[in-house]
């Protein structure tokens, strides 16, 4: 197969594949690794900022020419999907943008927010543009939420469902409540029962079980197994789904995560390498690009050192 020449964006990466989404666009519209939580799953790494501070971190008008851009390309698009390096409601431009971008594109419009900043009105009123909003919800009490998530110290687990209970009142698209599962922590039949207590109370059109699928922050982070999955499922009711497969269709795939890998082994086989001089030279997203490292190493291909404060990857 013949690859075009991948033009470099800024804010966006994919579409890629997704497990819900179909072939979504991501739309990273905050800095890498700044957000409100610093989850034990998390794909990306430690947070490098805890904050609950919304900052216009970059121009709106540079983000819509990006997305103004790709609308002209041959790609496959079923989502425009905020999602990406950090939380994206810290975006104070978020309503603003989606507005824009609504304006350009009938295409649907999704956010996945770790749901901590629904106690705000202001994000909550942003949000209402939205097709589609996946809140998260891990854990249901104080010690949990700790415990998974890891949250800014400000933060409490009852003021952030009593915002979630809100938006669902509020909110008149689709909403799909995620539940991120690791085993041994808040998979307990204790913890479950709360959770299907909290979820009652909330208006929701599906909840989406999920795992560790992807090599987390912390080692000690382990993924249930489907049967385990099946259980809480029928647990939690008739609006509750796993869904840590996607479901491949036949269609035209606008990102290759095989050529992604191989061209980052020959640059790491020439010389260690940071995650942007591998962005520098290739143009992909450091999202993509923070992914397939993390599979490499998990592959025992490549291992990470640190010289002098900064993270390098090189050939074992």
Not at 227 to 249: M, Q, T
Request: one cysteine or more.
């Amino acid at each position: 197969m013949v690859y075009k020449e991948k033009k470099i964006y800024r804010h966006l990466y994919g579409p890629v594949p997704s497990r819900r989404l179909g072939y979504s666009l991501g739309i990273d519209i905050v800095p890498y690794k700044i957000c409100s939580l610093d989850c034990i799953y998390c794909q990306l790494g430690r947070t490098t900022k805890l904050t609950l501070e919304r900052e216009s971190f970059y121009p709106l008008e540079e983000i819509v020419t990006e997305i103004r851009q790709i609308l002209t390309e041959d790609v496959p698009i079923d989502y425009l999907t905020f999602s990406g390096s950090g939380e994206p409601t810290l975006y104070h431009e978020l309503g603003r943008l989606m507005r824009k971008i609504k304006a350009i594109t009938p295409l649907p419009l999704a956010v996945l927010t770790n749901s901590t900043l629904l106690y705000r009105e202001d994000i909550r009123h942003d949000l209402l543009m939205a097709d589609l909003v996946v809140p998260s919800l891990d854990a249901v009490t104080q010690e949990m939420f700790k415990a998974v998530n890891r949250p800014h110290p400000s933060l409490d687990i009852e003021t952030i469902i009593e915002g979630l209970i809100k938006f669902c009142q509020e909110y008149k698209g689709q909403l799909w409540l995620e539940v991120l599962l690791v085993k041994g922590i808040n998979d307990s039949l204790d913890h479950l029962q709360i959770l299907r207590d909290t979820i009652r109370r909330l208006q929701l059109d599906k909840v989406q079980l999920n795992t560790v699928i992807r090599p987390p922050t912390e080692t000690f982070a382990h993924p249930l197994g489907n049967e385990e999955l099946e259980k809480i499922r029928n647990y939690l009711g008739s609006k509750a789904e796993v869904v840590v497969d996607f479901p491949r269709r036949d269609r035209k795939t606008a990102f290759s995560s095989e050529k992604l890998t191989k061209e980052i082994l020959e640059i790491v086989s020439r010389r260690p390498v940071t995650i942007e001089d591998i962005h520098q030279a290739l143009g992909y997203h450091r999202l993509e690009i923070s992914k397939a490292l993390k599979e490499l190493k998990q592959a025992n291909k490549i291992r990470e050192i640190n010289h002098q404060g900064r993270i390098y990857f090189e050939l074992k």
